[in-house]
């Protein structure tokens, strides 16, 4: 079983041709980081604009890479959201007409189970080793923090989320007080390094009595402390800032893997590309913890042809009648 899957949900124009949901035959992105840098996050007319030009072309290259023709592909798949609505249109528009054009079953795939779905992939000729149920998984992402319980292919039951910022959205903030570069995640990470065992310590939101998550109460910590003075140390201020999120999202995994006896935890998104949080993750959890590879981490097409593979091994199949949620949920 192959699946052709495009990712538009916000500045990553993505396609791939994935294998019976965990073979990657290949996986082209086409990055707009430059593009939104000098807006210091993602401006949505922008990216929208930026899709249509980029995403034929990669489709091309994902078809061409894995090797695979028109009549070798057995359906697509496509992100429906949750998303920016531009961005999404351009993905779910042109997949409708390739459906079409080739009559093939068209899969709408929920981009947060699809981050999940990341850790199901690999290369031609690597070892399949699943993700073992019941499972739990804590998505962060630019967007989305949520931990979501998985006891099944395809059932969810949301444990926690945040009640204001999501992970990467406060990283993205917390670089543009530190006067750092977009985006956030990578430039917290790069000064956090540079510290020297120098470090602001930050106030964590305990949220107490909860699974849920807070990160705004800490931007404003950020705000303040670098407000007291006139030289802040950006270094010890960022990694602080890093060991604060770390530590919530690792205490608050921990507290739900424990309750819930899962077998494995998956922590997948943007923010699992942290190299702090792996290494605080792989300590609390050890054996049980499992992260997608870097270049999965990050929006791609590759996690939502995984999805679309047992989507359409189930028979769930959307057809042309297929449209975007740009307010996608995933669980109750």
């Known amino acids: 079983m192959k699946v052709l899957a495009i990712e538009t949900s916000c500045d990553e124009t993505g396609a791939a041709v994935v294998a019976d949901g965990t073979t990657v035959l290949s996986n082209v992105v086409a990055s707009q980081i430059e593009l939104h840098r000098r807006y210091g996050g993602v401006m949505p007319e922008a990216a929208s604009r930026q899709h249509v030009l980029a995403i034929l072309p990669v489709i091309t290259e994902a078809l061409e890479r894995a090797g695979t023709g028109w009549e070798d592909v057995d359906a697509i798949a496509v992100t429906r959201g949750p998303g920016l609505s531009g961005a999404l249109l351009v993905g779910v528009n042109v997949a409708k007409g390739l459906a079409w054009s080739r009559s093939l079953p068209l899969l709408g795939v929920n981009h947060i189970e699809a981050h999940l779905y990341a850790s199901w992939l690999r290369a031609p000729g ?74 602001e310590v930050l106030p964590r939101a305990e949220m107490p009595g909860t699974l849920d998550f807070s990160f705004s109460g800490l931007k404003t910590a950020l705000l303040r402390a670098t407000q007291e003075t006139d030289t802040p140390d950006v270094p010890a201020l960022a990694r602080g800032f890093e060991e604060s999120v770390t530590d919530i999202l690792v205490r608050k995994t921990l507290a739900a893997a424990e309750v819930h006896g899962v077998a494995e935890v998956v922590v997948a998104g943007g923010v699992a590309a942290n190299g702090r949080l792996r290494s605080r993750m792989s300590e609390a959890l050890g054996g049980r913890l499992r992260v997608p590879r870097l270049e999965y981490c990050t929006d791609n097409a590759a996690m939502i042809g995984a999805v679309g593979c047992y989507q359409l091994a189930r028979g769930q199949i959307d057809g042309l009648a297929l449209d975007i949620d740009p307010n996608l949920d995933l669980a109750a």
């Open 126 to 199: 690597e070892p399949a080793t699943e993700p073992q149920f019941p499972l739990l998984g804590l998505v962060v992402s630019g967007g989305h923090t949520e931990l979501l319980l998985m006891p099944s292919h395809g059932t969810y039951e949301r444990l926690g989320r945040t009640v204001d910022d999501a992970a990467g959205e406060a990283f993205d903030k917390a670089a543009r007080i530190l006067g750092l570069t977009y985006p956030g995640g990578p430039a917290i990470q790069a000064a956090a390094s540079s510290a020297d065992g120098r470090e």
